[in-house]
């Protein structure tokens, strides 16, 4: 299969290109190494990737509407992709055009471009667990009402959803909204607390605790997710949208403990008022995925994190610049 993957040289985008390339697919990201983290970090992704045979960087912003239609004229494939996005919530509240121009504007690229293909790509994009809002009531299904998003990101993940539904009413577009569920592991984004703290507790420098540690995420480990895209693409033929979480939220005390204990440190704690933007918890029911694609997350919690150190300590990478938690 031919795929195309934006946001390739991210976090999730570089896991997943390595499973498509060992799986013999051929694979062209598209990436502009936008600055919300280093380029190194991002080009150290994919170092793996550029030595394979059937792999391609093109370096495009996906703003550029004129070079999304060539590469994806040009290039004829079956399957796109799309993560390439301005992640993070804290930092939307400050440049919410930003991130409309790049996560709703570069969606729209992408969604037209694949439109012009006969037949149709599978089209297979990346929401967000944080289009559920602030809410008590939990685990989130994907049936729930969603129209109260508490940040510029969540309401252009939002968006993308509502752009995609009418892109395959409008056009027979074949696509599936993925809505991931903070996403940990090897490559982690060095804007997410995870990365964040790592570095910190290394250190034995004090650990930022937003509110009184009793937020939850549904931690997911990458690899689990990568799954879950893949299995997402093979079944792509019509409408579908999916949470892909793993249905067991730790605590946001437990996972500074977790991450002390993996990393052989004892964590020092600093507390702080909780974030705007931030929400009480995210919790995913996976029922849909788990009976439509066969999604089935087997990564604890506490594996993931070791994982992730090991990665840390083998490849001695930075954890990454910290700028706040801005969630996913
Ligand atoms: N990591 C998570 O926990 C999480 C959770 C929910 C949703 N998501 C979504 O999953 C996708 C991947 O997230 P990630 O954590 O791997 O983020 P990431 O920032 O590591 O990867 C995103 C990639 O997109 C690229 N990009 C940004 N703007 C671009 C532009 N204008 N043109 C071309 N490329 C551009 C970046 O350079 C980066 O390599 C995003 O859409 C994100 O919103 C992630």
Known sequence: M??????????????????????????VVVDNFDPFYAREFKES?????????????????????????????????????????????RPSIIDPALYTAVN??????????????EPRPRFVYASSSSVYGDRPDAPFRETDPVDHPVSPYAATKKACELLAHTFHH???????????????GPRNRPDLAIA???????RGEPVPM???????????????????VIRAIDRCTSYHLYNLG??????????IEGLGQALGRT???????????????????????????????GTPFAEGLARYVDWLRSTGASPGKTSGDSGS
């Open 2 to 27: 031919r795929v195309i993957v934006t946001g390739g040289a991210g976090f999730i985008g570089s896991n997943l290109v390595d499973r498509l390339l060992a799986e013999g697919h051929r694979v």
């Open 45 to 89: 992704n994919l170092a793996a990737a550029l030595a394979q045979p059937g792999f391609e960087l093109r370096e495009i912003d996906i703003r550029d509407a004129a070079a999304i239609n060539a590469l994806v004229s040009g290039f004829q494939p079956d399957a796109i992709v799309h993560l390439a996005a301005r992640a993070g919530v």
């Open 104 to 117: 709703v504007q570069g969606t729209v690229h992408l969604l037209q471009a694949a439109c012009t293909l």
């Open 170 to 184: 409008l056009h027979g577009l074949p696509i599936t909204g993925l809505r991931f569920f903070t996403a940990f």
């Open 196 to 202: 964040k703290f790592a570095r910190l507790i290394d």
């Open 210 to 228: 937003f509110g009184d540690g009793t937020t939850r995420r549904d931690y997911t480990y990458v690899g689990d997710i990568v799954d879950g």
């Open 246 to 255: 793993h249905s067991e939220p730790i605590e946001l005390r437990a996972m």
């Open 267 to 297: 964590p020092i704690i600093e507390r702080y008022p909780e974030q705007p933007g931030d929400v009480r918890q995210t919790y995913a029911d996976i029922s849909r995925a788990a009976a439509e694609l066969g999604y089935a997350p």
